[in-house]
């Protein structure tokens, strides 16, 4: 794996090594602040006289080596334990192991270092033990080179000398997050779901259109975050306008959403793609071809007919539709019935819905969940895969893709859905700190079909139309209303009569001959005309006109009836 790959695993996981640090160091903390303190006292003796000769003191230095041995035998420790000046509970052998001897042989100074918990405790041993040992010298030297003296005596001192606990605080912090990476590595490289963006444009072949916010409970409308302002409706957008203008050679009039676990996230990204794309100036239809009817959950519709009634013949698309929004509508799952979807059927609904909006959506199954996943993808022009960070399983991504090509299907790309991590949600921020887009390169763009009219303009059905409810109105309050009558029109009042009705391509038709109406005819003259003003280029008019500055001409064909 190259150091890219590993920065690109800290990148994604840096939240949990964070939290790993943070609690690794807060128990190195505790460990440390519950250890009782130590304290060192040290006692420094001198070996032979300071000034001698030379063969003093090279005998000197060869007996420093041999007092530091003695210092630790058990006479000794015992002694000092019962002669010192301060009460202790240390046994000898306590003594000797809390006891540290170091005999430098070039300056022939011996040091004695006592540690224990209490420091004028560890000074008392220390100077006890320095006492013992001059006391043994004296005993039995005679020699000068054998003279033992204490030139610094221990004093006690109330900084302790453990625990360090900065270093324990440090060392625990680094060694959780040692652990921590290590464990995120094992999950990146045991875990069969999907890590990262690269990942999953590996494994559908193909690009990354964006990341886009994953379902969650926190969020009380979901379907609003193409319109709340937020960084997550400026990602839907441009995924959006990439999706629709993504092909300089072909216009998009309708895609399928298909997720790879489950459809409740792509109703979600159906459903805001279709705002996205409304915002954009496109009138949309959304058409629910779950199995679980989430859209009409979503926005808390009743049981309703939807598309598996369109399909089956029993209701007219138009009777479906339901306007959740400005040039945004929507055709729920609808009732029970057969969940094979026909795709030539499946394409005939759209052409028929295309004749009153611009781009279709449908939320497609998972394409585990049966055939109706692939037969939308063959009738429609373009198909989105949906996969969910760390939910999706690789494989199942994968086969997805194949599948969804196999059948003849055109992949434009995947969307990947994330939560934000914990410590980002409580931050306000997305996974990274800000929404992840995909610059969108400059493509051709499809002009609209004419200005926008009404949300969905009307069409002609045998079959009741629903009532047009605004969108603040409770969705429980649409009910059907009687058809429409050919010479039916929009109410002054209503918001279809605010704006121009949308001119679909078809054979001119031609206008109407202009009326030309005459002019009134002139009052009779009080004296006839003069010739000079009623000469008028190659004509004379009998009827007078007003003198005028310039020469004014009359046409042969003049209905006012002047030769």
């Known amino acids: 794996m190259e150091l890219s790959g590993y ?12 939290v790993a640090a943070w609690v690794a160091g807060l128990a190195g903390f ?7 303190p130590s304290y060192e006292s040290s006692v420094k003796l001198l070996v032979a006289p300071l000034n001698t000769d030379a063969d003093t003191l090279r005998s000197a230095g060869l007996l420093v080596q041999t007092y530091a041995q003695v210092v630790t035998t058990s006479p000794i420790l015992g002694r000092a334990v019962t002669q010192t000046v301060t009460p202790t509970s240390m046994s000898a ?50 020699r000068p080179e054998g003279a033992l003296q204490i030139i610094q005596a221990a004093q006690p001192d109330p900084r302790p000398v453990a625990p360090q606990i900065s270093l324990i605080v440090l060392l625990a912090t680094a060694a959780g997050i040692i652990a921590a990476l290590v464990l995120v590595l094992l999950i990146e490289y045991l875990g069969r779901s999907i890590r990262s963006r690269d990942e999953l444009a590996r494994l559908i072949n193909g690009s990354v259109l964006g990341s886009v916010p994953a379902p969650s409970r926190d969020r009380a409308n979901p379907r609003d975050l193409a319109g709340d302002g937020s960084a997550a409706s400026t990602v839907y957008r441009v995924l959006a306008a990439r999706i629709v203008y993504g092909d300089p050679e072909e216009v998009l009039h309708s895609l399928a959403v298909v997720d790879s676990e489950s459809d409740t996230g792509s109703a979600l990204v159906a459903i805001n793609l279709g705002r996205a794309l409304a915002k954009l100036g496109r009138r949309v239809v959304v058409i629910d071809g779950g199995v679980r009817n989430n859209l009409a959950a979503l926005y808390g519709m009743e049981p309703v007919p939807g598309i598996r009634d369109v399909l089956s013949r029993e209701v007219q698309p138009r009777a479906a539709m339901r306007i959740v929004g400005e040039r945004l509508a929507l055709i729920p799952a609808g009732f029970e019935g057969s969940e094979l979807v026909d795709p030539d ?48 399983r690789r494989d199942d991504v994968s086969a997805a893709a194949e599948t969804l090509v196999h059948v003849g299907g055109r992949l434009s ?20 700190g800000s929404a992840k887009t995909t610059n969108v390169p400059p493509a051709r763009i499809a002009p609209a079909a004419s ?3 009404s949300p969905i303009a009307p069409m002609a059905t045998t079959g009741p139309a629903p009532t047009l409810v605004p969108s603040a109105a409770p969705y429980s309050a649409y009910r059907p ?10 109410s002054i009042g209503s918001p279809s009569a605010l704006r121009p009705t949308i001119i679909r391509a078809s054979a001119p038709t031609p206008l109407p001959p202009p009326t030309i109406v005459p002019p009134p005819p002139a009052e009779p003259p009080a004296k006839p005309p003069s010739p000079r003003s009623s000469r008028s280029g190659s004509t004379r008019s009998t009827t007078p006109r007003p003198r005028s500055t310039g020469r004014s001409t009359t046409s042969r064909d003049d209905p006012s009836g002047a030769s």
């Open 7 to 18: 920065f690109a695993v800290v990148r994604r996981w840096w939240w949990t090594l964070l």
């Open 30 to 36: 505790y460990v440390a602040s519950r250890i009782q």
């Open 93 to 142: 052998d306590e003594l000797g192991a809390s006891t540290r001897v170091v005999a430098n042989d070039v300056t022939r100074v011996l040091t004695i270092t006592v540690r224990t918990g209490d420091p004028a405790e560890a000074a008392g041993l220390a100077n006890s033990m320095a006492d013992e040992m001059v006391t043994l010298v004296k005993s039995g030297v005679s």
């Open 345 to 392: 059927r499946a394409r005939a609904v759209v052409q028929e819905l295309l004749a009153s909006a611009d781009v279709v959506v449908v939320c497609a199954p998972p394409v585990q969940a049966g055939p109706s996943a692939l037969s939308w993808a063959r009738a429609l022009d373009r198909t989105v895969l949906v996969a969910r960070r760390d939910h999706a």
């Open 413 to 432: 790309g995947a969307i990947l859905t994330e939560r934000p991590a914990p410590l980002a949600r409580l931050l306000g921020r997305g996974r990274s």
């Open 451 to 453: 200005p926008m009219a």
């Open 481 to 490: 209303s009687p058809a429409p009558s050919a010479s039916s029109a929009p």
